[in-house]
Each structure stands twice: as structure tokens, then as C-alpha cells.
Antibody
């Protein structure tokens, strides 16, 4: 059973960079899947941030593309999210997930981690 | 593109059936057979319940079914059980701007 676990600071100051890592267990990150980040603002619905393939190919949401960078580390079976120039509007629960090769079906999710942007 | 529209809450008694709707547009739900549904219990990871409108992943009860008509997708849960009480989200492929969009979520209460 594939499991994913997000890790990173729970508090980030405005204008700084939000950095999160997702550790994948129970399966290889090289396995032909897409690795996604999705967030949920407090009391709101989910928002797709983007995904990365193990080769490094990415697809980002147009609304966040100018501030987002994703990377993958096959040696540690981890992938990461960097979101720069954050504001309070980036306060959310961030989920990492494994997506099927179509890139559309998000089949396994982490539990999510709350990141608060505040000074 | 705007988020998909779901009712904020639905409720039902054990054994009953309920349906949760997910309304989109001809650019997303109406244009692709690529709607997924997720169940989320508090503090737990979301769980895939339905994909590609009406397909169930291995291990998901056949009490859960999905359908689509025009720009609206639906999730039906039959024979409601207490453990079905959770939040449910729909998701649709939306092309490239953005790639995926989600609904606002529906809280299911089993009375």
C-alpha cells in the first residue's frame, strides 16, 4: 500500500518561500506515476497546484505557475514543492498525492499539512 | 475556471440512499468522462471512491456509484452506514487552465 507523508514548516512569513517535502513509501517514485500537490484553504474546496513526473517533467496551475517549483529526488523517494513570495492567501492545508499515468486520477493522498503564512 | 458546485451538506438515515451532485460546465464535467470522487474523514487522507465517472477502485464497496448527465456528475451512496459520514469532493479534468478542478465539498451526515 502506497503511503505519502508531507513534511515542512507549519509557519512561513509573508514574502518568504514555502517549502514542503513528500516522502513516498510502499512504492517507487520511478514507477510511472505523476506526483501531485493539492491544497485546501480553510473552509474552502481543494485547489490543484500541479504535478511532477520522476523525469522532472512538470505541469503547474496557471494561477500559481509564476511562483511554483516542484522537484523530485529519486534517491530518497521524495518530491518537493516550493512556493515563493507567499501571502496570507497561501495559508492552507497542503496535500501531496500520487496520480495515475493519465495525470487525472489522484489515487493516493497524504494526510495533509497545515501551512500558515503570518508574521 | 470556477470550482465545481456541490451542495454544502446532505444527510440520510442508515440504510437509505443519498446522491451528491457536482455541477460544472461544458469545459470540464460536460466535456470529459474524467470525474473522480473522494471521501475525507477528519484528520485522514482523502480516499478515491470513484474515477472516470463511474469506475470503482479495487476495495471500494459497490454501495458507491457514479454517473454523469450533461454538465453535472453525481455520486450515489446506497445502504448508508454510519462510517459513510464524511466530506465528499468531486474533481474533473478541465483541460489546461487549470488541469484539474475540484468541488467545494459536501458534508454527509448519517442521522
Amino acid at each position: 500500500q502506497v503511503q505519502l507523508q508531507e513534511s515542512g514548516p507549519g509557519l512561513v512569513k509573508p514574502s518568504q518561500t514555502l517549502s514542503l517535502t513528500c516522502t513516498v513509501s510502499g512504492g517507487s517514485i520511478n514507477g510511472g506515476y505523476y506526483w501531485s500537490w493539492i491544497r485546501q484553504h480553510p473552509g474552502k474546496g481543494l485547489e490543484w497546484i500541479g504535478y511532477i513526473y520522476y523525469s522532472g517533467t512538470t505541469n503547474y496551475s496557471p494561477s500559481l505557475q509564476s511562483r511554483v517549483t516542484m522537484s523530485v529526488d529519486t534517491s530518497t523517494n521524495q518530491f518537493s514543492l516550493n512556493l515563493n513570495s507567499v501571502t496570507a492567501a497561501d495559508t492552507a492545508v497542503y496535500f501531496c498525492a500520487r496520480t495515475r499515468p493519465s495525470g487525472v486520477v489522484v489515487e493516493y493522498w497524504g494526510q495533509g499539512t497545515l501551512v500558515t503564512v503570518s508574521s | 475556471q470556477s470550482a465545481l458546485t456541490q451542495p454544502a451538506s446532505v444527510s440520510g438515515s442508515p440504510g437509505q440512499s443519498i446522491t451528491i451532485s457536482c455541477s460544472g460546465t461544458s469545459s470540464d464535467v460536460g466535456n470529459y468522462k474524467l470525474v473522480s470522487w473522494y471521501q475525507k474523514h477528519p484528520g485522514k487522507a482523502p480516499k478515491l471512491m470513484i474515477y472516470e465517472v463511474n469506475k470503482r477502485p479495487s476495495g471500494i464497496s459497490n454501495r458507491f456509484s457514479g454517473s454523469k448527465s450533461g454538465n453535472t456528475a453525481s455520486l450515489t451512496i446506497s445502504g448508508l452506514q454510519p462510517e459513510d459520514e464524511a466530506d465528499y469532493f468531486c474533481c474533473s479534468y478541465a483541460g489546461s487552465n487549470p488541469f484539474l478542478i475540484f468541488g467545494g465539498g459536501t458534508k454527509l451526515t448519517v442521522l
